[in-house]
């Protein structure tokens, strides 16, 4: 069955929304619907317990955007009737959705919640405490932790493994991030759902070189591959 849920949905105080959304549709579509460039988009990852084509040749897809209107626009290409439902399914679900405001440093992190914020805190206060460090660094540790835990979680496309373990789960998916960014087989694609609205200053964007296919928003990927941080980052809010 055709489909569309939005998993995340973020907008930053000056107005800028990205949404990201779990598609199906089937396989013979995923040229087309993935061939604009403004789509950041990835499939489960085999050998996290997922798969990447549903039963009856439907594709599982997860897929995020500030610019959805002109993605569907650029749709409209495909005169077909499964098209035209995709299409419906996306800008109904999109519609019935309220965007959680974001600030500057804030994150838009799908499947991510404040009880995992929670969790990471407590994950990364117990490390700190075993190996003696600072616990200073304990914030920033932190929201590396659920930062990356999302990278995972859209790489199986679901949330949480043990909604009741989350300090475990979180652990264990910490684990998993390296096999995403790994010298053998990195798979940055998952990275791109990750993102921060960007700092301005005269209403101009401090770090658009660190922006993806979201204009002021910096991308989780331009992030880890630059090892870098943007003046005045400091973290933000997940809720949602």
Not at 113 to 120: C, K, L, P, R, T
Not at 207 to 217: D, F, I, K, P, V
Request: with cysteine; proline share 4%; aromatic share 8%.
């Amino acid at each position: 069955m055709i489909s569309a849920t939005v998993v995340c949905d973020s907008i930053s105080t000056g107005g800028l929304r990205v949404t990201t959304l779990e598609l199906v549709f089937p396989v013979f579509m995923f040229e087309a619907v993935t061939r604009d460039s403004l789509l950041s988009h990835s499939s489960p990852m085999l050998g996290f317990g997922d798969i990447s084509t549903t039963s009856k040749g439907y594709k599982p897809l997860l897929a995020t955007s500030g610019h959805w209107p002109s993605i569907l626009d650029s749709w409209t290409a495909v005169q077909t009737g499964e098209m035209d439902k995709l299409r419906f399914a996306v800008s109904h679900a999109i519609k019935r959705s309220v965007p959680n405001k974001r600030d500057p440093g804030d994150w838009h992190l799908p499947y991510l919640d404040e009880v995992d914020s929670v969790a990471a805190l407590s994950l990364v206060i117990g490390y700190c405490m075993r190996s003696g460090m600072d616990l200073a660094n304990v914030e920033g540790l932190a929201w590396t932790a659920v930062i990356r835990a999302s990278a995972v979680r859209c790489s199986r496309m679901r949330g949480p493994i043990d909604s009741i373990a989350r300090v475990e789960d979180l652990d264990q998916e910490l684990d998993l991030f390296s096999s995403l960014t790994g010298d053998t087989h990195r798979r940055f694609e998952y990275l791109e759902h990750q993102l921060a609205v960007d700092f301005s200053d005269d209403q101009r964007w401090l770090n658009t070189h660190l922006h993806g296919q979201s204009a002021g928003w910096i991308q989780h990927r331009k992030l880890f591959q630059r090892e870098w941080k943007p003046t005045g980052y400091n973290g933000g809010r997940t809720d949602g």
